[in-house]
């Protein structure tokens, strides 16, 4: 396809694309004439990966050529993928083993039995909020948590289910990127539903 | 209590105190001298919602004067506190129903049977990302999102049971902000964790 195809079907303006093969995000297409170059169904799924690392998970450029860089050392690692992707690991950090000072998230992660990252972004992100939460004395205690850690799993299991069946790895890492990141608000929108409801069926008559 | 250990028991500073005051959310203390003034259980509680409300939900003073006169005026109303406590009812517009213009979200709503106001602003929120993951090819159908309103729902169960037992409205209305607020970002947290863990269950030897 030419570059306007390439540009409509992803979404991607044709300024932008430019600007992506210009910083090596993205290769070149194949010339068929002077001026005129050819695009295939692998440059549109790169592209969407890019427009879903850059637009929907908020990387850099940067970060954004050395992720898709790491991605391509072992596409058909489905577990590396996905962790790339979803930045459970890094691609320049994949050695070094960060440690997480949080005893309260390593009891949960523990009582779990779940295998993450030491280095996983989301370790820090729970210690901060469980932090907060026993700052504000909203918090007894982490197995307070315990139940809603189980219903975590389960809706992993719907995530995880949901990305199966993508063709490659490229497509695999764009599909994670946008059901992790964009329903994280829906997630969150439905549980203030949920909420208002299941306080009309404690609280009031009907 | 002295205005020094309403402070200190609190957590807001002196000044914020005063302010609060002068700005008619919080009611005068006792005086007990010419220049000094008692400050009971009644000031803490309701200095300590004052807190949740602008400083984890983000509300401006005029709005937190507004929801405390609504808050006071059907205290019992237990429902009707908790819609207040977390927006999903604002002092404003009790009596105006917004119809939020989602086909897709009155479909779910109506298929899980819940009883949500037309107004809530969860309702608009749920609308716009479903609208970006459809237009990002993310999502079929608004019903691939049935399982997981049925783990909210199991989710809102849980935060029901952790605010039953509050003493009393003020009380009541606090815990509900911080649970319900500062809870977010640990569940997204646990999600990703969850995610990576049944990434390595599914993908990975061990």
């Known amino acids: 396809m030419r570059l306007a195809e390439l540009s409509r079907h992803s979404g991607v303006s044709v300024a932008s694309i430019k600007y992506y093969i210009r910083e090596g ?4 297409g194949r010339l068929v004439a002077a001026t005129q170059a050819e695009y295939d169904e692998h440059h549109l799924r790169r592209l969407r990966l890019i427009r879903a690392l850059i637009g929907v998970r908020g990387l850099s450029v940067g970060t954004t050529r050395e992720l898709l860089g ?10 590396r993928v996905l962790g790339l992707a979803l930045g459970a690991i890094r691609p320049a950090d994949e050695g070094r083993e960060d440690t997480a000072e949080c005893a309260d998230v390593d009891a949960l992660v523990e009582e779990m039995g779940w ?3 030491r280095a996983a972004p989301a370790r820090a ?3 901060e ?3 907060t939460l026993r700052r504000l004395g909203a918090l007894g205690d982490w197995r307070a948590l315990l139940p809603y850690a189980e219903l975590a799993e389960r809706t992993a299991v719907l995530d995880l289910d949901a990305l199966d069946g ?8 764009e599909r994670a990127v946008l059901l992790t990141v964009l329903l994280e ?12 409801h299941e ?8």
Chains 1, 2 share one sequence.
């Not at 995000?25 to 070149?28: G, S, T, W, Y």
């Not at 790491?70 to 577990?79: N, R």
């Not at 969150?188 to 909420?195: D, E, F, I, M, V």
């Not at 306080?199 to 009907?206: C, D, E, L, V």
């Open 70 to 79: 790491a991605l391509s050392e072992h596409p058909q690692d489905v577990h």
């Open 125 to 127: 992100d729970l210690a």
């Open 129 to 131: 909020t469980l932090g």
């Open 199 to 206: 306080s009309a069926r404690r609280y009031t008559g009907g």
């Open 115 to 117: 295998q993450v990252h």
């Open 25 to 28: 995000l993205l290769e070149p």
């Open 166 to 173: 993508a063709e490659d790895p490229l497509e695999l890492a």
């Open 185 to 196: 608000p829906a997630l969150l929108a439905l549980r203030r539903l949920a909420q208002e």
